[in-house]
């Protein structure tokens, strides 16, 4: 299960340098400045004009906007699907004013990636893919072969989640969600994504070495060669899922990364 990768996928990510040429507009919004009153009151109310400069200080509208920072879902919208398919909570376009989360936030955002209804088919999809290649020749063919894979493929995906994206990051206080850098080359933008497999922000906002993918991605692994059977128990089998687990999550930094550019695309054809 671990080791198949869709050819629609491997398509969409070698079509992402031509879709991405295209880069995101800045589209700064011109502050509104109040307009200036020349009515001038009379003395009896000469104190007045304190009490309305107060209120419309321009200071006092900016923590709103600050705040208005989700946790758990893209700047493009709430879950906005890559690809308009694939789930993709916990992805944020600025990374400027954002409140770390919390423990149970984590855990809130892996429960939405696991059980998002696109999940089931997409596993299914995978299974099948499985089947008609006879990975994992151990699980059989028919029916039943199929429910192991699809089983173990789903088991796969819900304790990588959780480990990656939950557990590691409460314990080692990480921030699991990925950062787009949104701008800069092609080139550029490609490294960075997938310096995220080894960089990481902290809760507090500092980079660190991203504890959370390299433990959670071997843990997973391991609790992964505990329903296997036949012969794929071994330290090699546990390191080549390891691998394979890594990879999937680096191409999904690149689709995270470029998805807002192809976003924005096809909106421009249609």
Known sequence: MRKTLPAAIITLLLCIPALAQQQ?????GDPEEPAQQVFMPPPAVQAAPAQKSD?????????????????????????????????????????????????????????????????????????????????????GQGAL???????????????????????????????????????????????????????????????TFNFSEILGSATAASIGSTYRSGDERTVGDIASDWGTLIGWDTVSNLMKEFWPDIHRKFQHIT
Not at 24 to 28: E, G, K, L, Y
Not at 74 to 84: E, K, Q
């Open 24 to 28: 995101p507009q800045q589209t700064a």
């Open 55 to 139: 209120s419309t200080k321009p200071s006092q509208a900016k923590p709103a906007a600050a705040s208005n920072v989700s946790g758990n879902a893209s700047s493009v919208g709430p879950n906005d699907r890559l690809f308009f398919i694939l789930p993709n909570y916990g992805t944020l376009e600025n990374s400027e004013h954002v409140q770390p989360l919390t423990p149970k936030q984590k855990f809130d955002v892996q429960l939405k990636n696991c059980f998002d209804p696109v999940v089931f088919p997409y596993v299914a999809f995978l299974a099948g893919i499985s089947q008609a290649n006879d990975s994992d020749p151990e699980y």
């Open 145 to 207: 072969g199929y429910a192991r894979r699809y089983g173990a493929g789903f088991l796969d995906s819900t304790d990588e989640n959780f480990m990656v994206g939950a557990v590691y990051p409460t314990l080692f206080r990480e921030d699991p969600r990925y950062f787009q850098m949104g701008k800069g080359s092609f080139l550029r933008r490609t490294g960075y994504s997938v310096s995220r497999i080894f960089v990481i922000r902290t809760d507090a906002g500092n980079s």
